[in-house]
């Protein structure tokens, strides 16, 4: 059985295409709440990730401010700020961009991206939107002795107590481990799992995992960057933590604990904003008056026709009518 529409792509008030994909929301206390799709499959939640991973990075003796933390747990736009926060923690740890293995890339941000192509700097480790994980990484191996060659592999002393962190934090095993887009090991799970773990951040009483989840709302720029989505509902919404990741997936959590986590079966990155948006609105923790967060709901005017807007992308009520 297909999972059912979750997005709706309308033109002129007709339905062009759908969406379909899985949400669930849970409570704090970590049950389910709302279940829509098939939310126990394991999924790879990509960069939605992150937070996990550095929280793993805390608890294999990673020493770095809140900032630096925030920026671990993020995909940067590649905005010469993140670059040079790459590159300071390069430093750090005696390193260069050539001790990175995830790929070159131009930066996420089409001005930053458009100032390279001018400058014929080209593309760069440094830009590319993992490298904070990376370099923080890195970093970690030489604060505590553990060989920086080969950091990317599952046989890892870092990449283990990483591993070690998912099942902790999602209440489930790891259903499958496989390789991300930037390189590392990518641990799979339940969108339930990564509801409960994004829940479990904001509330829990333990110094590394709350660190992590303060970190990021405290420095929403440095988990993405100028414009993006989880920057602009961290600011936008009062203790919310926000990370998206890679194939349509998106976890948040707000101040008490209430989580969600989306999948859309696609991949469609332009989906998730719009349900987000939809979810926050139904749970009653959307700010009313925020330009920003309107445009997202409707899919950043996604539909075009003679380069102006003729549909947007909608949620159909019945999907979240339940909360």
């Not at 799992?193 to 951040?201: P, V």
Request: charged share 20%; hydrophobic share 45%; aromatic share 4%.
């Amino acid at each position: 059985m297909s999972n059912p529409v979750l997005v709706e792509v309308v033109r002129s008030e007709v339905v062009e295409s759908v969406h379909r994909g899985a949400l669930v929301v849970t409570n704090p206390d970590g049950s389910v709440r709302l279940a829509v799709g098939d939310v126990e499959r394991p999924i790879y939640p990509r960069s939605s990730n992150k937070p996990f991973q550095a929280l793993g990075m805390l608890r294999a003796g990673l020493d770095v401010d809140d900032e630096d933390l925030a920026f671990a747990a993020g995909s940067h736009n590649g905005e010469p700020k993140h670059v040079e926060r790459t590159l300071a923690l390069l430093e750090r740890a005696g390193l260069d961009q050539s001790a990175l293995i995830c790929p070159s890339a131009y930066p996420m941000h089409e001005t930053s991206k458009l100032a390279a192509i001018f400058a014929r700097k080209g593309a760069s480790k440094a830009a590319m939107n993992c490298s904070g994980k990376h370099a923080a990484m890195l970093l970690t191996c030489v604060q505590r002795d553990m060989p920086t060659e080969g950091y990317e592999t599952v046989e890892h002393d870092l990449q283990k107590v990483i591993a070690a962190t998912f099942p902790d934090v999602t209440g489930e095993p790891v259903a499958a481990t496989g390789v991300d887009g930037c390189g590392l090991p990518l641990a799979a799970f339940s969108l339930t799992g990564l509801a409960r773990a994004f829940g479990r951040l904001v509330t829990s009483p333990y110094l590394e995992e709350r660190r992590v989840a303060d970190a990021m709302r405290a420095h929403p720029w440095q988990v993405a960057g100028t414009g993006r989505e989880d920057t602009v509902l961290m600011q936008a919404v009062d203790g919310l933590l926000a990370k998206g990741g890679a194939e349509g997936v998106h976890a948040i959590s707000l101040a008490d604990g209430t989580a969600v986590a989306l999948k859309i079966d696609d991949g469609a990155q332009r989906a998730r904003p719009p349900l987000l948006v939809a979810a926050l609105r139904a749970l009653g923790a959307l700010p009313s008056d925020n330009a920003a967060l309107d445009r997202m709901g409707r899919g950043h005017g996604e539909v075009f026709g003679g380069g102006r807007p003729v549909g947007e992308l909608r949620v159909p009520a019945s999907v979240l009518a339940p909360l």
